[in-house]
């Protein structure tokens, strides 16, 4: 039963806002995703199931359907899987079903799902023509599945969903097609042999159709209402409930073949299969037979079921003969015997058969059974040396190795014995030391090698080269080492040793990195991987390593869990995780989500503080200087020092640039903005704020290449350009400079004479002119802070302290009015500790590759 107490699950890149539905698996979540859309995230909790390992199987089987829900529209696309094994449930997130009364007009506080459950409760009975509509696409739907050997188990009324208007099988509960059987689904839905085959599948679509056409319960079947429907309408009516009939039969042996014949029969096509003339029968009937119908056929199958019975017991339908003889066969975990085999499996269900035979590669044999002539399988087993699943296996040396998860492992740790002919064939000088191994009460003592980590991996190494070389390993297969814990005084620190063994009593090893050990076998398995994208043409990444664009095929990937990163300007960065399997392919699809983000080379109007950033280059430059606000947000998220203001400013002050900050105090601010706008998915992981550095500031304010590498070798040595121009004095209102109103009301010094800018103190950043570039007050209002030292420490020589460093501001200020201070060229070195109400900064953003 599921827990009253559980909180929302805490689902990656979502936000989990309420329950719009429930089952006795788990719950389907309301939630949105970082990019601002509405997701439904089916989560299913360990503690509901019984035992772990339906869990672990309905996990399994959920990766496996995830890759191919994207290519049927009968299918709700699945767009992530995932799990919490600390709290203890998987989930899936898929595209949020229509609302009922809105369509894709999606309110998230109102929303209720469009479901075929929901529809039937408002409107009775739905019109024939609608469910052959609605019936012929899931039907369609399932035969996808079962031609991927998956089923659905709980075809139903709550759990088929509207998209964009299209019916859709949802909430799967699917399980790989190989003979599990596991029961769930819902009374009256549930084929009378139970859930777990194509054909309780196509009973369960037929079930749901009778009740949305006739408004009856499931459990009235065959009863019909009478019809009201005349003409076209009154001919969809017979052909669906003909094809109800059919799919609805007691014995699966009475239904469609399969679920395309369903949708076939639907839709009025002929059948390619031998049920045409029984089909072109039932549909010459009239609507008042249909009843006298349903009730033979339940009656006919009764009897054609036991001819089948007394048929089943003496005829085989499946024969298994292999060269040499003795194979064991499997399905599963089930050993069926051993060949020459005689098998008598389910019609419609496919299994996959393991044959092993020690000294011999395995073979698979994947079959489904049909009613027609037996099949016969015979088969020349290939001998090989090298490890087979489930088999214990010998090495070159004459070691036993056991089957276990992920491979074999050697039955006892690694004796001396086997350890010296690695000795004797590297010239390896041994340091270490051999320990009596008692085996058991009747069995001859072991001794055991003790030695340091790195004879251990050059012993794995040697043997695996060894091994590799007289073909009982592959070039995939490889050994591990895994320690083997023991104490001397007789018992065994680990649950590997059973009863009765111990070692001599004796002094412990001084040195920790001493132990005896195991080996390992492992084999390296490939899968392949397509990456789909929506749109195409996205970049991948995988370890920082470009890999080509969407849609990508990797035909040869290492098995196990993969990660890749999709980027692509104007979208939010995507990160794709996957489970790669032996022989298969993982197909990932992920649905870009554009973004109001930055896209390099491209003018940025608001970044979350509502900054403008225009294009300079291989950086994005901001339009104007930090703002006061701007600033006192990251002192109110990380409880910096708050800045100094100009005296008279205070009223509106927010909207003018910070000032009174040190050169460390802006630089805190942009790795503060930086972390704040990667975890908003408006930056890519690598890009970051900073200063500008002293030539992107000369770029930005116009100035042709200078000579010289330092800020002091530059300093004014391009005469005659200013931020505004070639004039001199500025003509009016170019900048906030000293002017006339500043040298009354803030009683400046020195004034530009004759200059007048409307600003006796602080100017609001957005007030100012901007350059051709779209860039203000890089003329005046505050100097800034860049990222350049303002000269290169010479080498310090023995015992010369060290010299002090020092800082570079550009640009002029709002107490500016020298003619060489006002000089684009210009620099003003400044301990980077100074805090001055002259001082401020400015941020780039730069693109992380």
């Given at each position: 039963m599921q827990s009253k107490s559980r909180t929302a699950p805490d689902i990656r890149d979502h936000e989990t806002l309420r329950i719009i539905g429930q089952g006795a698996f788990g719950e389907v979540w309301l939630a949105r995703s970082v990019t601002g859309v509405l997701r439904a995230v089916k989560v299913v909790w360990r503690e509901d199931y019984d035992r772990p390992d339906s869990f672990e199987r309905e996990f399994e089987a959920i990766k496996r359907f995830e890759p191919i829900s994207r290519r049927h529209e009968a299918l709700v696309p699945i767009l992530q899987v995932g799990r919490n094994d600390q709290e203890g449930f998987y989930y899936y997130v898929m595209e949020l079903a229509d609302d009922l009364e809105r369509g894709r007009d999606i309110q998230a506080e109102s929303y209720t799902p469009h479901t075929l459950g929901l529809q039937m409760k408002r409107e009775k009975c739905i019109p024939a023509g609608q469910c052959i509509k609605l019936g012929t696409t899931i039907a369609e739907g399932l035969d996808y599945l079962h031609r991927n050997q998956l089923i659905h188990r709980d075809v139903k009324p709550s759990n088929l969903i509207f998209i964009d208007g299209i019916c859709r099988l949802a909430d799967i509960g699917l399980v790989a097609l190989l003979g599990q059987r596991s029961f769930v689904g819902t009374e009256g839905f549930v084929a009378p042999e139970g859930p777990g085959t194509a054909a309780s599948d196509i009973f369960s679509l037929g079930m749901v159709l009778y009740e949305a056409s006739t408004g009856k319960d499931r459990l009235d079947f065959p009863d019909l209402p009478s019809c009201t429907e005349t003409g076209a309408s009154l001919e969809d009516w017979r052909r669906l409930q003909d094809v109800v009939c059919t799919a609805c039969a007691p014995k699966a042996k009475g239904r469609f073949i399969n679920a395309r014949e369903m949708a076939l029969a639907l839709r009025g096509e002929p059948l390619p299969s031998s049920r045409r003339l029984m089909w072109t029968w039932i549909a010459a009937g009239s609507v008042a037979l249909l009843l006298a119908v349903g009730f033979g056929m339940w009656l006919a199958q009764s009897r054609r079921a036991q001819t089948l019975v007394a048929m089943n017991n003496t005829v085989p339908r499946l024969k298994i003969v292999t060269s040499p003889p003795g194979a064991v066969v499997f399905a599963g975990e089930d050993q069926l015997g051993e060949t020459p085999l005689e098998l008598n499996p389910a019609e419609g269900v496919p299994v996959i058969y393991q044959l092993r035979l020690p000294g011999y590669k395995q073979v698979?044999?994947?079959?489904?059974?049909?009613?027609?002539?037996?099949?016969?399988?015979?088969?020349?087993l290939e001998p090989s040396k090298l490890p087979q699943k489930g088999e214990r296996w010998v090495n070159s040396l004459g070691m036993v190795f056991k089957p276990g998860p992920g491979g074999h492992i050697s039955a006892e740790p690694v004796e001396m014995k086997f350890f010296r002919r690695f000795l004797e064939a590297t010239g390896r000088s041994f340091e270490g030391k051999v320990v009596r191994f008692q085996?058991?009460?009747?069995?001859?003592?072991?001794?055991?090698?003790?030695?340091?980590?790195?004879?251990?991996?050059?012993?794995?190494?040697?043997?695996?080269?060894?091994?590799?070389?007289?073909?009982?390993?592959?070039?995939?297969?490889r050994y591990e080492v895994e320690p083997f814990y023991f104490v001397e005084s007789g018992q065994s620190a680990t649950d590997d040793m059973p009863d009765g063994r111990d070692t001599d009593k004796g002094e412990q090893s001084d040195d920790k990195n001493w132990r005896a050990f195991h080996l390992r076998v492992e084999r390296q398995t490939y899968g392949s991987v397509i990456v789909h994208s929506q749109p195409e043409k996205v970049r991948v990444f995988q370890h920082e390593q470009f890999l080509g664009e969407t849609p990508l095929e990797l035909p040869r990937v290492r098995t196990g869990p993969v990660e890749f990163e999709l980027r692509e300007e104007g979208f939010a960065d995507v990160v794709l995780e996957g489970e790669v399997r032996e022989g298969e392919q993982a197909e990932l699809f992920a649905d870009m989500q554009t973004r109001k983000a930055?896209?390099?080379?491209?003018?940025?109007?608001?970044?979350?503080?509502?900054?403008?950033?225009?294009?300079?280059?291989?950086?994005?430059?901001?339009?104007?200087?930090?703002?006061?606000?701007?600033?006192?947000?990251?002192?109110?998220?990380?409880?910096?020092?708050?800045?100094?203001?100009?005296?008279?400013?205070?009223k509106g002050g927010g909207t003018q640039p910070v000032v009174g900050v040190d050169r460390e105090e802006a630089r805190a601010f942009c790795a503060w903005l930086t972390e704040r706008e990667r975890n908003a998915g408006l930056i890519g992981a690598k890009d970051l704020y900073r200063l500008p550095t002293d030539e992107e500031w000369s770029r930005a304010v116009g100035l042709p290449l200078e000579r010289g590498t330092t800020p002091e070798e530059r300093n004014g040595r391009i005469r005659g350009i200013y931020p505004w121009g070639f004039e001199w004095p500025p003509p009016a209102d170019v900048d906030n400079l000293a002017d006339i109103?500043?040298?009354?009301?803030?009683?400046?010094?020195?004034?530009?004479?004759g200059y007048e800018d409307k600003f006796p103190f602080l100017a609001p950043v957005t007030a100012l002119p901007p350059n051709d570039r779209g860039i203000t007050g890089l003329g005046g209002n505050v100097s800034e802070w860049v990222e350049t030292d303002y000269t290169t420490a010479p080498p310090a020589k023995p015992d010369a302290p060290v010299p002090h460093t020092l800082g570079t501001t550009r640009g002029g200020n709002w107490r500016s009015s020298s003619q060489d201070e006002l000089l684009a060229s210009a620099r003003t070195p400044v301990p980077p500790e100074t805090r001055r109400n002259t001082i401020g900064f400015r941020v780039v953003l730069a693109h992380g590759k």
């Open positions: 698979e044999i994947d079959h489904i059974a049909l009613d027609e002539k037996p099949a016969v399988f015979e088969l020349k085996r058991g009460k009747d069995q001859e003592s072991a001794y055991l090698v003790v030695v340091p980590d790195g004879d251990a991996e050059a012993f794995r190494y040697w043997l695996t080269d060894r091994d590799r070389s007289v073909a009982y390993l592959s070039q995939e297969h930055v896209t390099f080379g491209r003018q940025w109007k608001a970044n979350s503080l509502g900054m403008n950033l225009v294009p300079l280059g291989d950086v994005m430059f901001s339009a104007w200087e930090t703002r006061h606000r701007d600033f006192m947000e990251f002192c109110k998220a990380t409880q910096a020092r708050r800045p100094g203001r100009v005296d008279g400013t205070n109103n500043g040298a009354r009301k803030a009683s400046l010094d020195n004034a530009i004479p």
